[in-house]
């Protein structure tokens, strides 16, 4: 039996550019710094402290309390995620898995009170969610996926991952697991994601795959 582990932000919800517009008008606010959505861009997928800690690599001439900024972002992230709507095809694909019965996991980057924010907002019948913000190390690590299949009894060799993030991509294929990347048309070059197991244009394409017996 195949078991399905899904990324939440940008892979189930269309949240990627209110985390885009929270960092930036958090970095605004409490350093004075202004990044760029093409610099921005290229933390998609990390958990919210690897953002904060490569901020203040990046910039050394700057005193940056980590602390308070992962705070001020998360507690904005906080009154905003559940605004995001889901993207499209997600719906169709966990009701369809649930009529079958495959277990289904989330495992994201995002602290677990947001995760379990968005599975309540949207009624997900998904039970199983582990967060990079707990794990020791985050995506591109895989410890958040092993820890997922951990929880789901599974194989990891059984595992399909729904990714949208590179380093999410990644740590799918780290943790030995087949994965569907289904990036954003704006993220990166299709071409970047060639490691994926599969490539979907969204989780519509992947609904017909499933259905069609591409996915085992």
């Not at 490569?54 to 900024?69: G, T």
């Not at 989330?106 to 009170?113: C, F, H, L, M, N």
């Not at 048309?185 to 591409?214: N, Q, W």
């Amino acid at each position: 039996m195949i078991n399905v582990i899904f990324d939440m932000d940008g892979l189930l919800i269309d949240s990627e550019p209110t985390w885009k517009r929270v960092e930036s008008e958090a970095l605004q606010h409490a350093l004075g710094l202004h990044l760029t959505p093409e610099q921005l861009k290229r933390f998609t997928g990390r958990a919210t402290r690897d953002f904060v800690r490569l901020v203040a690599l990046d910039n050394p001439q700057i005193e940056v309390d980590q602390p308070a900024l992962i705070e001020l972002i998360l507690s904005m992230m906080a009154q905003r995620i559940v605004d995001a709507p889901l993207l499209p095809g997600a719906q169709e694909l966990i009701d369809h898995l649930q009529a079958e019965r495959v277990p289904m996991a989330i495992a994201s980057s995002t602290p677990r009170p947001l995760i379990e924010a968005v599975v309540e907002r949207h009624q997900l019948p998904i039970e199983v969610i582990t967060s990079g913000a707990e794990a020791k190390a985050s995506k591109p690590h895989p410890e958040v996926f092993l820890q997922a299949s951990e929880r789901l009894h599974a194989d990891p060799f059984d595992c399909w991952v729904f990714e949208d993030s590179l380093n999410g991509v990644i740590a799918a294929r780290a943790a030995s697991m087949k994965v569907v990347a289904v990036p954003a048309a704006d993220y990166l070059p299709m071409e970047h994601f060639s490691i994926a197991t599969r490539l979907d244009r969204s989780l519509e394409d992947s609904l017909v795959a499933i259905k069609r017996g591409e996915l085992s």
